[in-house]
């Protein structure tokens, strides 16, 4: 599958279900590492002596969607241009 300034240049749904499931898996395995990361620093707290309480873990989550834009970036800018 080919991108052309952000498009795909081909429809095949064969190559699009594979881009899916890489997005999917590229999704997951950032979830899983910052899921790792988190635990690794609640132990180092933990074993500062820091009492983590259960209120503090229930609003952590290790799917960030500040700095992932998963489905990519897309320009507002021309939606009014009209195609040729």
Same mark, same amino acid.
């Given at each position: +599958?080919?991108?052309? !300034?952000? =498009?795909? =240049?081909?429809?095949? /749904?064969? !190559? $699009?279900?594979?881009?899916?499931?890489?997005?999917?898996?590229?999704?997951? #395995?950032?979830?899983?590492?910052?899921?790792?990361? +988190? +635990?690794?620093?609640? =132990? $180092?707290?933990? #074993?500062?002596? =820091?009492?983590?309480? /259960?209120?503090?873990? #229930?609003?952590?989550?290790?799917? $960030?969607? +500040?700095?992932?834009?998963?489905?990519?970036?897309? #320009?507002?800018?021309?939606?009014?241009?009209? /195609?040729?």
């Amino acid at each position: +599958m080919e991108f052309l !300034e952000g =498009r795909l =240049r081909d429809n095949d /749904p064969v !190559e $699009q279900e594979k881009h899916i499931k890489f997005s999917t898996l590229l999704t997951d #395995a950032v979830t899983f590492d910052t899921t790792l990361d +988190m +635990m690794n620093v609640l =132990r $180092q707290l933990a #074993a500062k002596g =820091r009492e983590i309480k /259960p209120e503090d873990l #229930a609003v952590l989550s290790p799917y $960030q969607t +500040m700095w992932i834009n998963r489905f990519g970036v897309y #320009a507002t800018d021309k939606i009014t241009i009209t /195609p040729e």
